[in-house]
């Protein structure tokens, strides 16, 4: 297995529960294709650098996890259709 890191943005008009649930749903996904969560850590709401979709500020999360290396294209591809992430990277630790 190999360690990664997801940095990711979520759109900052929702409630904390709503942010919670976006969070669970994306470590879930995770788990779910095999990967390990190791650390979800909420770095909570930001300015951003430049405007994304009219929005100015967002929510920022980084979780770190332990997966296979087919996983991050995967989870590449569920986060660009999510409705709530603004952006996102994973890099490869």
């Known amino acids: ?7 990711y ?4 008009t929702g ?5 919670d649930a976006m969070i669970e749903k994306i470590n879930s996904l995770i788990t779910k294709n095999g990967g390990v ?4 850590e909420k770095l ?3 300015k951003l650098a430049y405007e994304i979709n009219k929005k100015h500020e967002g ?3 980084l979780v770190n996890f332990n997966a296979e290396s087919s996983l991050p294209a995967q989870l590449s591809n569920t ?5 709530n992430v ?6 490869a630790k």
């Open 37 to 40: 969560v190791e650390n979800v």
């Open 86 to 91: 603004l952006r996102f990277i994973i890099v």
């Open 79 to 83: 986060l660009r259709i999510t409705e």
């Open 9 to 12: 943005v979520l759109v900052n």
């Open 44 to 46: 909570g709401n930001k």
């Open 59 to 61: 929510f920022y999360v």
């Open 15 to 19: 409630s904390d529960e709503d942010k």
């Open 1 to 7: 297995m190999n360690k990664y890191e997801l940095m």
